[in-house]
């Protein structure tokens, strides 16, 4: 498979009065082409700041203060070279096309490509040829085109506002806020449909910029036809009566079903979920979790899910990223962390899970460390459950996903640094039965 989205060293922070908040610390995460990857971590790990970041939408006073936020699409490398032709150059080295600095090296580009203008000349290389495009090792400054991909945190805003709501989707916890109440809900399906991108202002999502576009005026019979036919993919019931109606109208699961409806008009190549069925009852949770599941399948998209719920990932993910105080602790495919999870943190989440003969979750112990003034050494040290001193000072980490390489160092680090009252190795609680479907991709 093909990675989609690469976060690589990501840093994220908030410069507040009481000092700087590391919110996300160094995070890598890869997420491939139709895979589903969920991020899990108590509140404040800082799951939704990685979605944030991910789509440009930090505002001051948080900054993106190191890393990359690569998206690996050759239409979009295509569209920024359209989009920047100025900034962009060509020349023969080692026989990659370098686009750099402003100028074409005619003679680099092959005989095949018909050549109009400049703009269209790089977009027709970049598409063409994204693997062999590659930034200036002098780093100039420009140049967002680097082997087939595109750093977001670098291009210019139009640029993200673009990738938000056309390659990237969005859903949210809470599916009142993020509808507007004075429209009715086709209009702002038919909206998004229309204008493939939503993404306009920072922190408020589409919101306004579906307001915006709505004062130009109403729908066509098409982008009605359309939009009712998007409802119903969504499974809205009499999506031709209820395209009229307003979001007040509609229950809770709906509205989140009107917002999926929104995010997938563009049909994204990504769809980043954040919580989207938290303020949801249990029932209605299942159906979500289904509907965005086969959506998936049927489009192809990537999903990037966070949760706070194991039971969840469970249900949905391929492979899951465990974060903990702004840094991904422990990340591996779903079956692998659910039935030999590594680091303490992903067994104490474990353990939390409700499960048979449990109805309510087990608190875990300790809080997430205030992430201004973070404890030397590892970061779990203060939330660990029958915690030891000399938790404190392992960085528990290894090169790629940060478990111990083997069976007997794992046992030895569970038995040597925190005692746990259950075999740490014994069998995994199960994921509550309402969380499974029948879609369910896990034995456990
Ligand atoms: N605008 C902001 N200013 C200052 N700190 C912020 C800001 N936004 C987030 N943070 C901090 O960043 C950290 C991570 O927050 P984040 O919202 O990503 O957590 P989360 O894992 O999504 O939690 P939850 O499960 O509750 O949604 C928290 O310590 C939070 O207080
Ligand atoms: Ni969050």
Redesign the pocket.
Known sequence: MTDLLSLSGLKTQ?N?DRGV?K??DGIDLTIREGETVGLV????????????STMGLI?A??EIADGQVLFHDADLVSYVARKYPDQIVTGRHDGFIYINDGQIDMSSIPDRINVPNRADALATLARENPKDIVQDPNDTGFLYIDKGYVDLTDVPEPVLRDVRGGDIGMIF?DPMTSLNPALTVGEQVAESLELHRYGGRKKDTWFNAVNEALSRGGMNEDLREETIDLLAEVGIPEPSQRVDEYPHEFSGGMRQRVLIAIALACRPKLLIA??PTTALDVTIQAQILDLITELQDDLGMSVLF?T?DLGVVAETCDRVGV?YA?EIVEEGPVEEIFTNPSHPYTYTLLESIPHEGTDRLTPIEGN?PD?IDMPDGCNFAPGVRGRSPSVRGTTYRSSSTGRPTSTTERNAYFQNTISIDTNPMGSVPLPPTKFRTTKSRLSL
């Not at 971590?41 to 979605?51: F, L, W």
């Open positions: 908030f507040t908040v919110a996300v971590g108590e509140s404040g790990s800082g799951k939704s700041v990685t979605a944030l505002d006073p948080g916890q954040d919580e966070i706070h974060m702004g997430v992430l």
